[in-house]
């Protein structure tokens, strides 16, 4: 069934518990103190499945079967708020540009004044607002027609939500969209912070904390999986004896960078 490793059936089962959560409070009545624990544990898991889940389907795909990649992809689209293969555009070209300010829309720099990195709040919030969904979307459209049934089972997902109760939807389901989007952002501008994007080799923050990567399916390996974006999850961390030594790594997890994000960084030259 699995493509590449069985491990992946892990991430599967993060996204479909994922999907059973947002779905839970409207077929069983929850206390208002269970919805706001169930909102930060949506926000944690939106978190978890840009950085883990879609970003490592993104790079190899779980499934030998072509349908059941769709159907998983599509699937993954009501857990992410976003249709699928935009994310999958979204995440390629950052690839691409490398938080470069003129080409990566998702660069730390890329509304920063005086070539400075932007303030890491404005930059989680605001990010969510910038995304150019309709471009995006018009670039996955070229490739599949994928993407139309993803958003067709996204509009029908949340308008199916909404109907049978619309405050719940807002206060539960788009509060965990948002949070979620906001906290993968936060990840990202931490995973790109104080490193050069003119250095292949120095372009990524990078964590060996060994319960960060067990829980976060060595997420911390990012300089490694910038290097070698195809390398499988489980097999990325022999990509570290490949990079130089004196690359920005950080203790503990990539939010430990937020520290200092006080102090902006100046654009390499």
Same mark, same amino acid.
């Given at each position: 069934?699995?493509?590449?490793?069985?491990?992946?059936?892990?991430? @599967?089962?993060?996204?479909?518990?994922?999907?059973?959560?947002?779905? $839970?409070?409207?077929?069983?009545? !929850?206390? =208002?103190?269970?919805?706001?624990?169930?909102?930060?544990? #949506?926000?944690?898991?939106?978190?978890?499945? +840009?950085?883990?889940?879609?970003? #490592?389907f993104i790079h190899n795909p779980f499934f030998k079967s072509p349908k059941l990649?769709?159907?998983?992809?599509?699937?993954?689209?009501?857990?992410?708020?976003?249709?699928?293969?935009v994310y999958r555009i979204h995440h390629l070209e950052h690839h691409r540009h490398?938080?470069?300010?003129?080409?990566?829309?998702?660069?730390?720099?890329?509304?920063?004044?005086?070539?400075?990195?932007?303030?890491?709040?404005?930059?989680?919030?605001?990010?969510?607002?910038?995304?150019? *969904? %309709?471009?995006? +979307?018009?670039? =996955?459209?070229?490739?599949?027609?994928?993407?139309? @049934?993803?958003?067709?089972?996204?509009?029908?997902? /949340?308008? !199916? $939500?909404?109907?049978?109760?619309?405050? $719940?939807?807002?206060? +539960?389901?788009?509060?965990?969209? *948002? =949070?979620?989007?906001?906290? =993968?952002?936060?990840?990202?501008?931490?995973?790109?912070?104080?490193? #050069?994007?003119?250095?292949?080799?120095?372009?990524?923050?990078?964590? +060996?904390?060994?319960?960060?990567?067990? $829980?976060?399916?060595?997420?911390?390996? &990012?300089?490694? &999986?910038?290097?070698?974006?195809? /390398? &499988?999850?489980?097999?990325?961390?022999?990509?570290?004896?490949? %990079?130089?030594?004196?690359?920005? @790594? @950080?203790?503990?997890? &990539?939010?430990?960078?937020?520290?200092?994000?006080?102090?902006?960084?100046?654009?390499?030259?």
């Amino acid at each position: 069934m699995f493509k590449h490793k069985k491990w992946d059936g892990i991430l @599967v089962g993060i996204m479909m518990c994922q999907l059973g959560l947002m779905i $839970l409070p409207f077929v069983i009545n !929850l206390s =208002a103190l269970t919805l706001v624990l169930l909102v930060l544990i #949506n926000t944690f898991l939106i978190g978890t499945n +840009y950085q883990c889940v879609a970003h #490592n389907f993104i790079h190899n795909p779980f499934f030998k079967s072509p349908k059941l990649n769709q159907l998983f992809s599509l699937l993954n689209s009501l857990c992410l708020g976003v249709p699928a293969s935009v994310y999958r555009i979204h995440h390629l070209e950052h690839h691409r540009h490398n938080n470069r300010p003129d080409k990566d829309e998702t660069s730390t720099f890329r509304h920063g004044k005086n070539g400075l990195e932007e303030n890491i709040f404005l930059y989680s919030t605001l990010g969510v607002l910038r995304t150019d *969904l %309709l471009t995006l +979307y018009k670039t =996955a459209r070229k490739q599949s027609s994928l993407v139309v @049934v993803e958003l067709i089972g996204l509009v029908f997902f /949340i308008a !199916l $939500l909404a109907n049978i109760n619309w405050k $719940l939807f807002v206060g +539960y389901v788009l509060t965990s969209y *948002l =949070a979620g989007q906001i906290f =993968a952002l936060w990840e990202n501008y931490c995973e790109h912070h104080h490193a #050069n994007y003119n250095d292949r080799k120095r372009d990524s923050v990078s964590c +060996y904390n060994k319960v960060y990567n067990f $829980l976060w399916f060595n997420n911390g390996y &990012h300089q490694e &999986h910038h290097f070698s974006p195809t /390398i &499988h999850w489980t097999e990325i961390e022999t990509v570290k004896e490949k %990079l130089p030594s004196d690359r920005m @790594v @950080v203790r503990f997890c &990539h939010l430990t960078n937020s520290f200092s994000t006080f102090m902006p960084k100046q654009e390499p030259k």
